[in-house]
């Protein structure tokens, strides 16, 4: 079972229950009744998606990280591939339980999770293909509504500035790569912040954890611009997936404070497990 919560980094899919949230309230849409199996899907799709990493880089893992649960023998290759097979068709049911809408959306997700980690993760477009990945998920969660097209938007532009600066976890990273983070994190909170809101209450609890988010992440990015070793772009990295929480509650806040106030719950519990399962 330790195994099995490393290959899938378990405790981190915490950090996407956000994202049908998010989705959800730009639409204007509950995640009530069938609507509830959003969430379960794309937690599903996260968990496929990193064991089906861990099966892709089982050779350079070897190197880099000999301590991951495949090169170590913890967990064989076709088991970490079993367990990516079931968990993706475990999220692709859930999905398309809710409606034809959410079925494209959901098979759409699951293609782009296969995409980034067999075909795009190490070139040029990696980056995009990740982002498309989160972008798609808040899409899920709003049914493919336009509503929630900017939202969508923002998120995947996190999404996408993080994966960049994670490429220097083991080499450490270009000092512009972080730079262009750190502008990234500034952009996004101001949208997150100034995006329409439903009355003022919503608004003060948007800027608010907006402000959250670019102290949290943007402060770490900084120190990665200064310091692109690493163990610090890790830190920053691990900081950045982190980060999606507040950003999510900015997001969802602007909208729907009931399910801002849940998702504001998660943080303590993924700064908790994050110190036993790494989320990188």
């Known amino acids: 079972m330790r195994a099995l919560i490393s290959l899938t980094r378990a405790p981190a899919a915490l950090t996407v229950l956000g994202d049908t949230a998010a989705g959800a309230s730009a639409a204007g849409r509950r995640l009530r009744g069938r609507r509830a199996l959003l969430p379960v899907a794309s937690v599903a799709l996260y968990w496929a998606g990193m064991a089906l990493n861990d099966w892709a880089d089982r050779e350079l893992d070897a190197v880099e990280r000999p301590e991951r649960p495949v090169p170590s023998g913890q967990v064989g290759a076709g088991g970490a591939i079993g367990v990516a097979a079931v968990l993706a068709g475990c999220g692709v049911a859930a ?8 079925a494209g959306l959901v098979a759409a997700l699951a293609a782009a999770v296969v995409g980034y980690d067999v075909v795009f993760k190490d070139g040029a477009a990696g980056p995009a293909a ?33 994966t960049a600066l994670s490429r220097g976890e083991v080499r450490g990273a ?30 003060v609890a948007a800027v608010a954890a907006a402000g959250l988010y670019a102290a949290q992440v943007g402060g770490a990015q900084l120190r990665a611009y200064r310091s692109p ?52």
């Open 229 to 280: 070793d690493a163990r610090t772009v890790r830190a920053a990295t691990r900081d950045g997936i982190h980060g999606m929480v507040p950003l999510q509650i900015a997001l969802t806040a602007r909208h729907d404070l009931a399910a801002a106030t849940l998702l504001a719950m998660i943080p303590p519990a993924v700064r908790s497990s994050g110190k036993k399962v790494s989320a990188t």
């Open 130 to 162: 990740m982002a498309a990945c989160r972008g798609l998920d808040v899409l899920l969660g709003a049914g493919g509504a336009r509503a929630a097209w900017p939202t969508a938007a923002v998120l995947a532009a996190h999404t996408c500035s993080v």
């Open 95 to 102: 999905g398309s339980a809710v409606g034809p809408a959410e």
């Open 174 to 203: 270009d000092p512009r790569t972080a730079a262009a983070a750190v502008g990234t994190t500034a952009l996004a909170a101001v949208a997150a912040a100034s995006g329409r809101c439903t009355s003022r209450r919503h608004r």
